[in-house]
């Protein structure tokens, strides 16, 4: 939940490299929007126990660190976000090394952030369960995969439930942590706030991809509701199916409003928002029909 201000946008690139299966149709732009990883100057320093992971209330026991992983950690979070392909290596020849380091959530963390900017899917998921595996509170991780796995999903393959029930539990064991998580040092009351509204934004976003997906109409659009309000920077794809959802449940003045929002944003189905707004304002004017 750290350095909030600065954002990384990787759900185009992963749309676009597996042409999901029940979103194939939308925009690669449909986009998810995490935070972006810690700043160097609020990573703990070499050699110190790094802070609890998001949603955990106390720090684990650490293990005893040498001066090769402090140097390697440290050379870690010293390269910049713009050095992603580096960022990946490095991250995936720590953790290789380093099975048993304290710094294991904090270099997982930014690794599956990397993954998503660099639209690998399938290297996400796989960081992202072994790391929930390790630190099942780590709220950032959480709200990535809860936002991200739902995504991925062919609806026609066997294992399509299994992966939304897991999506699905992602997303709300994310929105029960942002009620306890504690704030870490070094960071303001503000940032604190964006951030936990933004890991909610994405969880909420998440389970009404999970509802969507399951035909549950009425149960998506309160989740989408709910991210478009939270998110600083909602997600459009929640803004459309907001609108579908509400134009489903013949709810035409919300849909309006809701197609009007993703159609602000640039992305492949600005257009599209725009006219299925235009089309839901009449609907939502036009006289009832005679019985």
């Known amino acids: 939940m750290r350095n909030l201000m600065s954002r990384i946008r990787g759900v185009a690139a992963i749309a676009a490299a597996l042409g999901l299966a029940l979103f194939a149709a939308l925009p690669a732009g449909a986009q998810a929007t995490p935070p972006a990883q810690p700043s160097q100057s609020q990573q703990p320093a070499a050699g110190q126990a790094p802070p609890p992971a998001p949603g955990q209330t106390t720090a684990p026991a650490q293990p005893p660190v040498n001066k090769e992983e402090e140097d390697a950690y440290k050379a870690f979070f010293d390269l910049t976000s713009q050095q992603g392909p580096l960022i990946i290596s490095q991250g995936e020849d720590f953790l290789a090394k380093y099975p048993s380091s304290r710094y294991r959530p904090s270099v997982f963390s930014r690794l599956v952030a990397a993954y998503l900017n660099a639209g690998q899917a399938d290297k996400l998921l796989v960081a992202g369960q072994k790391a929930l595996g390790e630190s099942p509170d780590n709220l950032e991780i959480l709200a990535i995969m809860s936002s991200i796995l739902p995504r991925t999903v062919d609806p026609k393959s066997l294992d399509s439930d299994q992966k939304l029930s897991e999506a699905e539990r992602y997303a709300r064991h994310a929105i029960q942590l942002t009620s306890t998580v504690t704030k870490p040092d070094g960071m303001s009351d503000e940032q604190f706030a964006l951030g936990k509204r933004q890991y909610l934004g994405m969880a909420h976003t998440g389970l009404g991809l999970v509802l969507y997906m399951r035909g549950n109409t ?28 509400d134009r489903k449940l013949s709810k035409f003045t919300d849909a309006s409003a809701a197609f009007d929002a993703c159609g602000k944003s640039t992305w492949a189905w600005q257009d599209r928002c725009r006219k299925f707004a235009d089309d839901a304002k009449k609907l939502a004017t036009a006289p009832p029909a005679k019985p």
């Not at 659009?221 to 459009?236: G, I, M, N, R, S």
């Open 218 to 245: 009425a149960g998506s659009v309160e989740e989408f509701d709910q991210a478009t309000k939270l998110d600083p920077t909602p997600d459009p794809l929640a803004y459309y199916l907001l609108g579908d959802g």
